[in-house]
């Protein structure tokens, strides 16, 4: 309860310290704030209680995920550098403050108990992001994106709320408890046919949010055009929020119906994974290709929640672990590369922007190469064993044909992934030494070296979860 | 359950066969003698100009953001003031009072904290368009044109 409080306040005090703080002093601020509103988190460690009203449960589940949420603001706040030299239009405050008040929306979404409190969570952390995509103003792609996410975010909206409506009608209730109880008590004969209705609707308006297959369109588009930054916090926080919504709908409220939707979250599963890999492995520009590689993230994690074993809610958390931190990594360097190329050459964010930036910048390659070696899954690195634990457990429930696609899968992934690691080490390129922030080293090497401990001693986590 | 929704279908019914008992009822009994003057659209008693789809300026738009604000803040205040003045909840509970008067409280006080932004940020000043005036200088002496008129 605490860090949804917090989190609250810390946002409307950013705002007014905007007036007098320099930036650089900005963000360190919201650093504090967020380790602040981490610390209340963990602090309610063990503690399982309801609150406002019983809409709201924290549990260590709902504790691990806002973790993991809260973490990755923490990494974007810290690559965020004061947003750089431009003084005039950009608002390091504001830009802050939403980032804070996105983070509430995300904490409420890992933590509902009703649905409305899913749909409140889902539209801050959503308009949020619509802001943010299009905070690059005098940039008419950002602009774009802005435009393109919201329509097609406030319909995917109607169609969750359309689901919560339909659910309401055929359980009576807003409550997961209600909707079990009164599940659970009625014959399943007599249940009326629009529920499942709802529960596919509601389903439909969660995928979208986590930009699988066939509602995945504006991600590559979207992705693109919102400032590196924002698509770093959009990539992380939203997929893992996302995540834990639709753990919480699909296997724990509506795991009794397995068999009402797991054919359709099956199909979209294959589609995701198909998608996302195929294009992926076509893109020229290396933000694009990171945008359809959370695409197909986005498929491997759904394998779990479709296989719906004990393990999954821990399964969930480690991959979206292991996807936040490599994910953060590989952007925040193209980031600084695509500053440092802007205006050197036509396109800074292909990959062959990237060509020959280990020659003078070693750190920064290395981390980009720990961060893509974990995207694709290479053994030693925390995605191998993400990957590992979603594929045990679709081997578990006897699932050998989604297996089966996923692995050839990331075999594609391996190819699209290696291209970045080939122009940064083999091809031959131009690129002097780029200075980095203090902070955003900082948060560069702790998030590489995660990568790689969660990869060498997975069980260090996997005994917490 | 859905039985109550029974009130909803009946007062669509009812709204909708009114307006149209009524409207039928009037195209009886009022005299119907159109012209121009009165066909034309009626704008404040001004002559109507142009189109009416034109483009807002966008300095509106800040306006119409705050306004909605406390347009929300009016609609939560009005039931809230039900609620909160009824004899039956307060003798309920001791703290009832208090604890509804003080939510209110942080409602207004982060929209205020809101306004307060907008303010120092200065989005409540017009801006007024720079208009340049026209250095064109005519030959024809502004005598000529009072002689005129």
Known sequence: ?465 | MIESFGYVLAFLVAGTGFMALVLTLARFIRPNRPNDEKLSTYESGEAPVGNANVRFNPRFYLYALLFVLFEIELILLFPWAVVFGDKQLAAASENWKHFALFEMLIFIGILGLGLAYAWVKGYLEWEKPNIQAEDFKSPVPPKAYEKFN
């Open chain 1, 1 to 465: 309860m605490t860090p949804v409080i917090a989190l609250s306040l810390f946002g409307i005090i950013n705002l007014f310290l905007g007036f007098t703080f320099k930036r650089q002093s900005l963000q360190v601020v919201t650093l504090l704030f967020i380790i602040c509103s981490m610390a209340l988190t963990a602090m309610d460690w063990n503690h399982e209680y309801l609150w406002f009203g019983d809409m709201m449960k924290t549990n260590n589940l709902s504790i691990n995920f806002s973790l993991i949420i809260q973490l990755a603001g923490l990494l974007v706040v810290a690559f965020s550098n004061g947003f750089g030299k431009d003084e005039v239009y950009t608002q390091p405050a504001e830009y802050y403050a939403i980032l804070l008040f996105s983070l509430v929306g995300a904490l409420l979404m890992v933590s509902f108990q009703n649905l409305i409190m899913l749909f409140v969570g889902l539209e801050i952390l959503s308009v949020a992001m619509y802001v943010l995509t299009g905070s690059d103003k005098r940039n008419l792609r950002s602009n774009e994106a802005a435009l393109k996410y919201f329509l097609m975010g406030s319909f995917a909206t109607g169609f969750l709320l359309f689901g919560i409506a339909l659910v309401y009608g055929s359980t009576r209730s807003l409550y997961i408890s209600g909707i079990l109880y009164n599940l659970s008590h009625t014959a399943p004969e007599s249940l009326p046919s629009f529920l499942y209705a709802g529960i596919i609707l509601m389903g439909i308006g969660l995928l979208f949010k986590i930009s699988a297959a066939p509602f995945h369109f504006w991600t590559p588009d979207v992705y693109e055009g919102a400032p590196t930054i924002f698509t770093m916090f959009m990539s992380t926080v939203v997929k893992t929020a996302g995540f834990a919504a639709i753990y919480h709908i699909l296997d724990v409220t509506f795991g009794g119906f397995q068999k009402n939707w797991i054919i359709t979250v099956y199909f979209i599963t294959i589609i995701t994974l198909i998608l996302g890999n195929i294009s992926a492995a076509y893109q020229q520009s290396a933000k694009r290709m990171l945008a359809f590689s959370s695409i197909s993230h986005a498929g491997y994690m759904l394998l779990t929640v479709c296989a719906n074993q004990p393990s999954t809610s821990s399964n969930i958390l480690y991959y979206s672990l292991a996807y936040t931190l490599a994910t953060a990594v590989s952007f925040a360097v193209l980031m600084v590369v695509a500053e440092y190329q802007t205006g050197r050459t036509e396109k800074p964010e292909n990959f062959d922007a990237l060509n020959g930036l280990a020659k003078n910048n070693p750190s920064l390659a290395f981390a980009f190469t720990v961060a893509l070696l974990s995207l694709a899954g290479i053994p030693l690195t925390a995605g191998f064993w993400g990957k590992f634990f979603v594929f045990t457990d679709m081997f578990n429930k006897n699932l050998t044909y989604p297996i089966i696609i996923a692995v050839l899968m990331s075999a594609v992934g391996i190819y699209y992934y290696f291209k970045g690691i080939i122009s940064v080490y083999f091809n031959s390129g131009e690129i002097e030494k780029i200075e980095t922030s203090f902070l955003f080293k900082i948060a560069l090497w702790s998030a590489c070296i995660g990568t790689l401990v969660l990869g060498i001693y997975p069980t260090l986590l996997k005994s917490i979860f």
